[in-house]
């Protein structure tokens, strides 16, 4: 992945920007996330457009001359962009095929028709997990609401017992496993190693999505009983389709990415020779940028023509999956301007002696940074992006296995609390036909749930590694 490595961002840091202080440097971060804050929650300004004056206000209150804002911005939004724009849209892509080809309602009625009616919340989990993978967390609540609403209504389930289940698995994957933009940029920034990265990642996120996911549904049952509201049952995408893609081959599509991306990171360590023949294979197949393209390229064949997709019919999905994504992309990339703005004067190296001082650990260090820009502005994407760029030179001195922890404690931060700021929030809620407070008592205490099981494993595993 094209990134600025953290021996680069140490390098800019060294000549910051500004010479101000640290007590005027703290003033100015966080008057720049009041900006930030205050145009998102109050005047309702779009992430990037609040972004873009965030940063132009903290460069201001550090005193750095505008030029050297506007460069430190610009500069940290186009390598932003370079690293992760290209995997992002190779992701919608293929979740649109997902999607279109009705290979993601094969896999939930493949599972389903073999699920016993005790087991349901459990099958609803893994179903979300594995269609969490390749699609962002609006898409994959899109694609699960159908099927959440029709087996709580022909089960006579309580909505919660199978909705949080659902729900818990695709947040899980949109926090802490990449190719999601948030994980996806903290790796950039923090020079991680992408598939230590996603193997600790599924591994933190098996027992939290277990807990926050069947575990919790059974007291959110309890708190919050309803029904599936029939107005909101939609129809589903293969419902058009004369046939769909089978379940072997749709599961091997979405699954080829992240096995690409396993193999580099299991032969890196077992091999660890740069010049062997079998490390520069996985080297070329497994980085993030093939292992994607293969897995699109792969599904035009094994999703579309299965579906019985024309060339022009794959065209136009490929094409209608690209418009959605230019907000995220810009989001994206203000944020990684963002981040910069923050390095170059000189932001991240006062966070670094100030950890010193406190003796806080890195790793809790980056999740309440997290926590607290989740908490200010709702989107779990702007606080991983800032939080990581905060963290970034904590990273410089880490080894392979606690700079990739750092990236899931900085994404675990930034799943906390989702309330009344976060689009997310509504969406549950409108679906789910919820009011505020029923929304609160289950969606915004399983993001809690899973923001803080995740930090706990994460810290269990630096004791181990």
């Known amino acids: 992945m094209t990134s600025l490595s953290v021996e680069m961002l140490a390098a800019d840091a060294v000549e910051p920007i500004t010479s101000a202080g640290n007590a005027q440097l703290g003033i100015a971060v966080l008057a720049g996330i009041a900006v930030i804050v205050l145009l998102i929650t109050k005047f309702k300004m779009h992430a990037f457009l609040a972004l873009t004056i965030g940063s132009l206000a903290l460069g201001s209150f550090a005193g750095a001359a505008p030029a050297k804002t506007i460069a430190s911005f610009t500069a940290g939004l186009g390598s932003t962009v370079a690293g992760v724009g290209v995997l992002i849209a190779l992701g919608a892509i293929l979740g ?86 948030g994980p996806l940029v903290a790796i950039a920034a923090l020079d991680a190693n992408l598939g230590v990265t996603l193997a600790l990642g599924v591994l933190v996120a098996i027992p939290t999505v277990i807990i926050a996911g069947p575990v919790f549904s059974r007291y959110a049952a309890r708190w919050v009983d309803i029904k599936a509201p029939e107005k909101m049952i939609p129809q589903r995408p293969s419902e058009d389709l004369d046939r769909r893609p089978s379940f072997g081959a749709t599961l091997a599509t979405i699954l080829l990415p ?56 794959l065209s136009t999905t490929v094409e209608k999956s690209l418009a959605p994504i230019a907000g995220v992309l810009l989001i994206v990339g203000a944020g990684g301007g963002f981040k910069q703005t923050l390095i170059d004067a000189g932001v991240g190296q006062m966070i670094l002696e100030f950890s010193e001082d406190w003796s806080i650990p890195a790793l809790l260090l ?100």
């Open 258 to 313: 992240v096995v690409l991306m396993l193999a580099k990171a299991l032969v890196d360590i077992v091999v660890d020779d740069p010049e062997h023949g079998l490390q520069r294979v996985t080297d070329v197949v497994g980085s993030p940028l093939i292992a994607l393209l293969a897995a699109v390229i792969v599904g035009m064949f094994t999703l579309g023509r299965a579906a019985g997709f024309t060339k022009a019919r």
């Open 366 to 465: 980056g999740w309440l940074i997290a926590v607290g820009i989740r908490l200010a502005t709702g989107s779990a994407t702007v606080a991983t992006i800032s939080a990581a760029g905060l963290v970034a030179p904590l990273a410089a001195d880490m080894s392979t296995s606690h700079a990739a922890l750092l990236v899931l404690a900085v994404g675990a931060g930034s799943l906390f609390f989702s309330h009344v700021n976060d689009a997310g929030f509504w969406l549950v809620k409108e679906y789910f036909g919820m009011d505020v407070g029923q929304t609160v008592k289950t969606w915004s205490v399983m993001e809690t749930i899973i923001s803080v099981v995740s930090l706990a494993f994460i810290l269990l595993l630096s004791l181990i590694l």
């Open 96 to 181: 649109k095929l997902l999607a279109d080809s009705g290979g993601a309602d094969q896999i939930v009625d493949t599972i389903l028709a073999r699920t016993s009616n005790r087991a349901m919340p459990w099958a609803m989990v893994l179903i979300a997990s594995i269609i969490g993978l390749p699609l962002f967390f609006e898409v994959g609540i899109v694609l699960m609401i159908p099927v959440v609403l029709l087996v709580a209504k022909r089960g006579n389930y309580s909505l919660m017992r199978i909705g949080i289940p659902a729900l818990a698995g695709l947040s899980v994957m949109h926090g802490l496993i990449p190719p999601h933009p």
